[in-house]
């Protein structure tokens, strides 16, 4: 990295790199409840608040006998299409210059992976990698050709700067352009891992990615291996936070791999984390996985407090808190 990140960070005064909490659906946290394994399938796992809607989504499309693929899709829509989740789709936090670019990628139970980075004003991203996987010989793509290739695949052109979110955005530029109040806001990704009732898996996700970023700036999130990574035999694994860390560390990539060796989700987690410790910036920023095995075995670890993730099954539905490393 040749600017270093903190200096970026500084420069911008983004007090922290903003990988906060939602409160979108705060009355349906357990907090005493730090890690969980569960064997149980069908079962659905998300990041943060938003991703208990996504996940109750997916699951009933799973206990309807959907595909595990439509499941990851139509469960991410669900936090694409609410404007109230500033961190993805539809009303999500714009770069500096005022234009809402979106991530996201998808990837099946066959090892086949879609993505689109950059997107314009398309509000499912998740859609268009799904179709970047199924129509095109690609993986990855980009900027105008992704939205000229959602277009002409039946996507609409729609605004993705909500007026509430421009009056925010608008006050970010004129205020000495200083980063929004994290306390207040939320900013960060829905990944999403659903195992189906016969052990298959996929996995998914959608971001609008880090609030105010330099124009073209692209996270974690359009990255297979960085964000996301689904192995059908062993496991899959996401990740939410500091993009450009887990992009470094191939985080996803990672726990899988640690899985496949024998790690159980919650210690291939741990061994992620514990590759960021060499940033000296490690006690700044956030990153936070998910991860599941093939038996539904699941977890989730963050080097941080305060990482939130869903959790559904058929006898379970909560949002549970993420166990952390740096204690204080
Ligand atoms: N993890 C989302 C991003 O950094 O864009």
Redesign the pocket.
């Given at each position: 990295m040749k600017i270093s990140r903190r200096k970026f960070i500084q420069t911008t005064s983004v007090i922290s790199?903003g990988?906060l909490t939602s409160n979108v659906f705060p009355e349906k946290l357990t907090n005493k409840i730090k890690y969980t394994a569960n064997k149980e399938k069908p079962l659905v796992i998300a990041t943060w608040y938003h991703g208990l809607p996504a996940s109750e989504k997916a699951f009933e499309i799973l206990s309807s006998g959907g595909t595990v693929l439509d499941a990851v899709e139509k469960g991410i829509n669900v936090v694409e299409n609410n404007p109230n989740v500033h961190?993805v789709g539809l009303g999500g936090y714009p770069d500096a210059e005022g234009n809402v670019t979106l991530?996201s990628c998808i990837m099946d139970s066959n090892g086949n992976s879609g993505a689109v980075a950059y997107l314009n004003d398309i509000k499912n991203p998740i859609s268009v990698a799904r179709l970047v996987k199924e129509k095109t010989p690609h993986v990855l793509l980009v900027g105008k050709g992704a939205q000229e290739f959602a277009l002409k695949n039946g996507f609409k052109k729609e605004n993705l700067l909500t007026p509430e979110v421009k009056r925010i955005w608008e006050k970010w530029k004129s205020t000495n352009k200083k980063m929004h109040d994290p306390v207040k806001n939320n900013?960060?990704?829905i990944?999403l891992l659903a195992l189906d009732k016969n052990g298959n898996i996929s996995g998914g996700?959608s971001?609008?990615?880090?609030a105010y970023?330099i124009p073209g700036?692209?996270?974690?999130?359009a990255i297979i291996g960085a964000?996301l990574f689904v192995d059908n035999n062993v496991g899959a694994a996401c990740?939410?936070?500091?993009?450009?860390r887990?992009i470094e560390t191939v985080g996803s990539f990672l726990i899988v791999e640690k899985m496949r060796e024998g790690y159980s989700p919650l210690e291939a987690c741990k061994f992620a984390i514990d590759r960021l410790k060499k940033y000296d910036d490690f006690n700044s920023f956030q990153?936070s996985y998910l991860a599941l095995n093939k038996n539904g075995e699941y977890a989730a670890f963050s080097n941080k407090k305060n990482f939130k993730y869903a959790v559904v099954t058929t006898t379970f539905n909560k949002v549970l808190e993420s166990d952390y490393l740096l204690k204080p």
């Open positions: 790199t990988i961190s991530d900013h960060d990704t990944g996700v971001t609008s990615g880090w970023k700036r692209v996270g974690d999130s964000s990740s939410t936070g500091l993009g450009e887990a990153v």
